[in-house]
């Protein structure tokens, strides 16, 4: 194990800290909820990390058993990393954690990347509000660059991973990085971005309107923000 100081606490949330509690080492378990990455995605996606440091906090997640290498060999020679069933536990601790500091000041400068757009879409879907729930309900596929989304809405909750979607999606939304982030934080509406070329909107009308409803929701509009349409 590599030496690093703990709390000696018995108390969970020490125990916890002790694994996940380390700078970096939260963001790196965000960035793989969606699914597994290449390390050179999770550097791209960590703004301010440096290979060192994520190369030792990877290595100090997967030594707790938070994180694992999968190697997927020739002729591929690519390494993913992805979260172990424990490390999936966070999932509902970082979503509620992601709520709990929305309320926060945001930094004047930095992005959302999409990894966080998406699970800001998880965190703000509320199954308790059944008549929505049952609105938005469908398949859906979000294509972001070279990036494939599924989500699948149920009343249970939301699922997004980074896959296509396992049947022929209800409607599907394709943009560019800068096209969807503006998108998701009302800085531009469809319409705009379909009417530019910068978006495409496909499947049935009501579909492609859940569709943007679900991603529309994770951030509140401005009091002057335009209105959205499909």
Same mark, same amino acid.
């Given at each position: ?105 945001? @930094? ?5 990347? =999409? !990894?966080? #757009? $998406?699970?800001? /879409?998880?965190?703000?879907? *509320?199954? %308790?509000? &059944? ?73 049935? @009308? ?5 569709? =943007? !409803?679900? #991603? $529309?929701?994770? /951030?509140?509009?401005?009091? *002057?923000? %335009?209105? &959205?349409?499909?």
């Amino acid at each position: 194990m590599s030496g690093r100081r703990n709390y000696g606490d018995p108390c969970g949330v020490a125990r916890g800290l002790d694994v996940i509690g380390e700078r970096w080492a939260l963001l790196v378990v965000r960035d793989l909820l969606l699914g597994p990455k290449r390390f050179g995605d999770l550097l791209a996606g960590l703004p301010g990390v440096s290979p060192n440091v994520l190369s030792q906090r990877l290595r100090e997640l997967a030594e707790h058993g938070v994180v694992r290498r999968r190697d997927l060999g020739p002729p591929a020679r690519v390494h993913l990393y992805e979260l172990t069933e424990w490390g999936r536990d966070l999932e509902p601790v970082l979503l509620g954690l992601g709520r709990w500091g929305s309320r926060a000041p945001s @930094p004047p400068e930095g992005v959302l990347g =999409v !990894d966080s #757009l $998406l699970l800001s /879409v998880k965190a703000a879907f *509320d199954p %308790a509000d &059944v008549a929505e729930a049952a609105r938005l309900s469908g398949v859906y596929e979000i294509r972001v660059g070279a990036d494939i989304y599924a989500a699948e809405v149920t009343g249970d909750g939301v699922r997004i991973d980074r896959r296509p979607a396992s049947r022929r999606p209800d409607a599907a939304l394709t943009a560019d990085l800068d096209t969807f982030r503006a998108l998701c934080v009302h800085g531009t509406t469809v319409e705009e971005a379909v009417r530019s070329g910068a978006a495409r909107l496909d499947g049935d @009308p009501e579909a492609r309107r859940s569709l =943007v !409803d679900l #991603l $529309l929701a994770a /951030v509140p509009p401005r009091r *002057d923000a %335009a209105p &959205v349409t499909a």
